[in-house]
């Protein structure tokens, strides 16, 4: 093959191994989040806590300067060059409105809820399927988890 051409990589997979048995690319490495309550002492810190937060996939806790909480799923963000300027939009769990609050009103923020995608990874799936093969069993399904 020249050496300008990529291959495909099923043709750099040996033919011969079973699929099952072929290497998997390891997943990306997902940071426990759960439980967190990270320090906010500097603005980088909120900024970052924040972006985090976005990625999770379950309910964070804000507490702003004034005392009040918000307890729902951050499912926006919108940054700017100060904390004043930057913003995350939430839906809070106990009422039917999106509620947008600004990085500055801040006072502490915790990853209270359940994180719905811990352990749903591709590596997960092919070791639970892999379990099940070799146990003997047949017809495998592999049902999603019951969410709460």
């Known amino acids: 093959m020249p050496q300008d051409v990529k291959a495909h990589p099923a043709e750099l997979a040996d033919a011969t191994a079973p ?56 499912f926006d963000r919108r940054p700017g060059p100060t904390l004043t300027d930057c913003r995350v939009r939430l839906f809070p769990k106990d009422r039917d409105e999106k509620v947008s609050v600004s990085y500055a009103d801040v006072a502490r923020l915790e990853f209270t809820g359940r994180d719905t995608a811990a352990g749903k990874s591709w590596e997960t799936w ?16 592999l049902e999603p988890e019951k969410l709460d």
Do not use: H
């Not at 759960?34 to 996939?57: N, S």
């Not at 092919?126 to 399904?141: F, H, L, P, Q, S």
């Open 126 to 141: 092919v070791r639970k399927y892999n379990e099940k093969k070799a146990a003997g069993e047949t017809d495998i399904r």
């Open 19 to 74: 699929a099952d048995e072929m290497e998997l690319a390891p997943a990306a490495a997902r940071e426990q989040l759960e439980g967190w309550i990270p320090p906010l002492a500097t603005d980088a810190e909120i900024r970052d806590a924040l972006e985090k937060a976005f990625d999770y996939r379950g309910d964070i806790t804000v507490t702003l300067k004034d005392g009040s909480r918000i307890e729902g799923y951050l």
